[in-house]
């Protein structure tokens, strides 16, 4: 005899199946136990978010996902295609849930970013990538005029406001 189980739930992972069988002579004669492992394909439940951040911050991107023997690769586009990142240089966690870009320049303004959710399970090698995030950077001020202009008062007397004036560009 064989037991077939149709649309099998994740919930039924790990559970031990055996046969009893039965006929006119005694004993029963019981089968060793088997455990059934419910392969989970890969799926992303929280996509990766847009960062926004100033240059030579530390930008971080996460993704949430479940999947059996689940592994991760984070992709990069600079504007030419998607390139998969190496634990280098200023990327950190690049085979995990989360990604940290340390050190980021101004010239990465407007790079994408997603991870291919994969699994090596027996059902499914099947990636799942469609969330993608825009990673931001925006100057550092700058003063472009650093030497203010002095100025003298009288003390108790009603003289005209001081003022200094500085042009700053964002």
């Known amino acids: 005899s064989t037991l077939s189980i149709s649309n099998t739930p994740s919930g039924l992972n790990g559970s031990l199946y055996r046969v009893i069988v039965t006929g006119l002579c005694s004993p029963p004669d019981t089968s060793l136990e088997g455990t059934l492992n419910v ?3 890969p799926t992303i439940n929280t996509q990766p978010v847009d960062f926004t951040l100033c240059a030579t911050g530390t930008a ?7 999947a059996t023997n689940i592994g991760y690769q984070w992709q990069e586009d ?3 295609g998607w390139n998969n990142l190496s ?3 200023i990327y950190s966690g690049v085979n995990g849930p989360t990604l940290t870009i340390t050190g980021v320049t101004s010239g ?3 790079y994408k970013y997603r991870c291919v959710v994969s699994s090596t399970s027996a059902c499914t090698s099947t990636a799942n990538t469609n969330g993608l995030a825009t990673l931001t ?3 550092q001020p700058t003063v472009s005029n650093p030497t203010p202009t002095s100025q003298s008062v009288c ?3 009603a003289g005209a406001p001081i003022s ?3 042009s700053v560009s964002i």
Do not use: Q
């Open 60 to 66: 971080t991107f996460t993704v949430g996902a479940v």
């Open 108 to 110: 990465m303004n407007g």
């Open 39 to 41: 392969n989970i394909p």
């Open 137 to 139: 950077v925006t100057a």
């Open 78 to 80: 600079k504007g030419s």
């Open 155 to 157: 003390a108790n007397t």
């Open 164 to 166: 200094v004036r500085h």
């Open 87 to 89: 634990n280098a240089g």
